[in-house]
Each structure stands twice: as C-alpha cells, then as structure tokens.
C-alpha cells in the first residue's frame, strides 16, 4: 500500500512550522537600570518673591520679583533638597541657614546681594567632578514707597471701548492715604480732606490690589481688582468689577505710561 502523498507533506512542511510558531523565545537580554537616571550634581539656585496680604481673596500670596518697597517681606527660598544651606546678605557677616529666609527692610537700601551657598555629600559615580557644593549670587534693590514702578500716568481705554481712550493716574499720597489709582471710573477724585483711602490699595513694586469696600462717593464706583505693571515697565493692565453690590460688572483698562 503506497502512503499518502498529501498527508506527508502535511506533516513534513506544517508540523515544523507548528514548532516553530509555538517555541518558546529566548529570555530578553536584562538591562540595568542607569544609576544616574534623573539625578542632577549639586547646584545652587533661588527665587526671590515678596510676600503681600490680597485684601479681596483675604490671604498672602507670593509675587516674584528683583525689586521690592521697604516694608515688604522679601522671601529667599533656595531650590532642591540640600543638607546644607548658607546665607549671606550684602556685606552683613550674619550667616542664615535655613532653605527659606525672609527679611523685611525699613530703609531703601538700593541694590543688595544675595548669595547662597549649598552642600551635599558628592556623588562621585555620576558626576567625578561635582565637589557637593555650589555657589550662585542674585540680587533685590529695595526702594522707598513712592518709588514704586507702577506709579504714574497711563493714557489707555478699556477693552470694552477702545476707541474711547482716558487717562488713569496711580500716585503714592503719603503713608496715610497710601498708593491711589485716581480715575479708573471717570471722574474719581481724592478730596484733601478725607483722611484715608477711599479705595485702599495693597501694592508691590509692579503690582497693586484694589479694595473699595463699596463707596459710592466721589464718583469711585467701588472698583475691587488688580492692577499690574508688564515686562516693559511702561504697560498698565487693570482687571477690575465696579457698580452697585447687585449689578457688578467686569472691565479690563490697558494703557501705556506717559
């Protein structure tokens, strides 16, 4: 009896193919994981905010900057994780060692620097030349309340309007009154004989925050927002509410220092 032709090749040519489909494949060459994935050698480096009160929001807030107002708290928080941290302000021998200091200046000092210096223990497997300490200075000019930046005149519009251009005033009126944004709703004024703010202002080097507490005299029509100055030191944006306690309404002023 002669075998059959088909079935041969039925096992000749598909069970070796079977085999082959089913073989277990070499076990994956095992790589390490790189010791030094995501580490950095030790390196120094700050930020330098002031800490202000948001009269609106009622809390603190951090607002950078490298120019503060006397009377500011000025905040130096190292970055990174360092067992070691040394501070030295200007030519004061006094030494802080905290990751965060925060100081308070009654005097325009003018231009300060700041240094750090931080350590660690080096990590010579992957970085041979990092000797585990760093050091990097910045530096925070203090001036006195009425040099503040973001005092001036600033001819603009309100988006809503932009054709419709007027000017808003920001003067420093002493340390009574304090910083007063004159205009933003037209025809606000400071009479000489109010003493105090009618709209109080919390304010930094470039920034300012408007409380009115909903006076409707003199034309101040409540205002409560934020006023900053931008990155060029010449425009002036005003994000604000204004009108009676049940009908406010939202206004963004943009203008440019004259």
């Not at 210096?117 to 497997?125: A, R, S, Y």
């Not at 703010?197 to 101040?220: E, F, P, Q």
Request: proline share 5%.
């Amino acid at each position: 009896m002669k075998p059959n032709k088909f079935r041969y090749y039925y096992f000749a040519v598909v069970l070796p193919l079977m085999w082959l489909l089913t073989a277990c494949p070499d076990d994956p060459v095992k790589v390490e994981p790189d010791p030094c994935e995501g580490k950095t050698p030790v390196t120094a480096d700050f930020d330098i905010s002031t800490i202000a009160y948001d009269v609106i929001e009622k809390s603190y807030f951090k607002y950078h900057t490298d120019t503060a107002l006397v009377y500011n708290r000025i905040t130096f928080e190292a970055k990174g994780d360092y067992e070691y941290y040394e501070w030295q302000l200007g030519d004061d021998p006094t030494i802080y060692n905290d990751k965060i200091e925060i100081f308070q200046f009654k005097e325009a000092w003018g231009e300060l620097k700041m240094r750090l210096i931080v350590k660690n223990p080096p990590d010579t497997l992957c970085f041979p030349a990092d000797d585990g300490i760093d050091t990097v200075y910045k530096t925070i000019t203090v001036v006195e309340l009425d040099s503040a930046a973001i005092i001036g005149s600033y001819l603009g519009y309100h988006t809503s309007d932009t054709l419709d251009t007027f000017r808003v005033d920001v003067k420093y009126e002493g340390m009574l009154k304090g910083l007063i944004i004159y205009n933003i709703n037209r025809g606000f004024f400071m009479p000489e004989n109010i003493n105090g703010n009618i709209v109080s202002i919390s304010w930094l080097n470039k920034y300012a925050i408007m409380k009115s507490d909903y006076c409707y005299s003199y034309g101040c029509q409540s205002p409560d927002g934020y006023a900053e100055l931008q990155a060029d030191n010449k425009t002036l944006i005003v994000n604000y509410e204004a009108g009676p306690y049940d009908d406010r309404k939202e206004y963004t002023f943009i203008g440019v220092k004259q």
